[in-house]
């Protein structure tokens, strides 16, 4: 479907008009802000980082093979022998693979009571040819330091840095891999004309929930 163009995407869009997404950087308080907007309207949650082992395991080398490329390094070999740039360019999630499945999903899923999907998988470039109204899509935009605070607030700082033999080298070349991608979707937004919000602890989750349900228009 990512490849979908025209008349194909305009039905497909058509058919998720129930569907409110909600993506941007990893550590943005995506999931956090969809959760309460779920909860808040009666919407069913779907997050996009709950089902990738299994949107792993429906995909093949043809179809995915950034990702078989990955599965088949060590964890030196994913987080510490290769650049950050070079890690953002690779990795299969960032670059819409899998993106398919999301979709099936989602079209698998009752159109009532509506759903509110979100991840950094919602890639702009992607996401943009399904929107049948443009106000049901946002992006959260991590700012470095939230990102990583909120990183230490989940425990999950050292998840995969810790399996490395240099887990501080490689926990730093995940946190500037992260921040280009925030920068890389921060710009897709500017050339799409959609929507980012700026996420960097300012306000409560509360507010910045009240923000993103305004520019849905819930």
């Known amino acids: 479907m990512s490849g979908a163009t025209g008349g194909a995407a305009a039905a497909v869009a058509e058919r998720l008009r129930h569907v409110y997404w909600l993506g941007g950087g990893s550590g943005g308080a995506k999931s956090t802000v969809a959760r309460h907007l779920a909860a808040r309207y009666g919407l069913r949650y779907y997050g996009t ?17 950034r990702l078989a490329e990955f599965v088949a390094m060590d964890m030196d070999q994913r987080w510490l ?8 360019e690779t990795f299969h999630w960032f670059q819409g693979e899998g ?23 919602l890639l702009p470039r992607l996401v943009a040819p399904l929107l049948a109204d443009r106000s049901k899509a946002v992006w959260l935009l991590p700012t470095p330091a939230f990102r990583e605070r909120a990183l ?17 080298r490689a926990l730093d070349n995940l946190l500037t891999r992260d921040r280009m991608f925030t920068d890389r979707l921060a710009a897709e937004l500017r050339e799409l004309d959609l929507p980012g919000i700026t996420v960097d602890g300012s306000v409560t989750e509360q507010d910045l929930t009240d923000r993103v349900a305004a520019a849905f228009r819930l």
């Open 152 to 168: 230490d607030h989940r425990g999950g700082t050292w998840t995969i840095a810790g399996r490395t033999s240099d887990p501080r």
């Open 81 to 88: 022998h290769r650049s950050p740039e070079v890690m953002l």
């Open 49 to 65: 980082d709950d089902v990738m082992s299994d949107h792993a395991a429906r995909s093949t080398a043809a179809d995915s093979p």
């Open 99 to 121: 993106f398919d499945h999301i979709v099936d999903d989602l079209l698998a899923l009752p159109a009532a009571p509506g759903i509110v999907v979100e991840g950094f998988r």
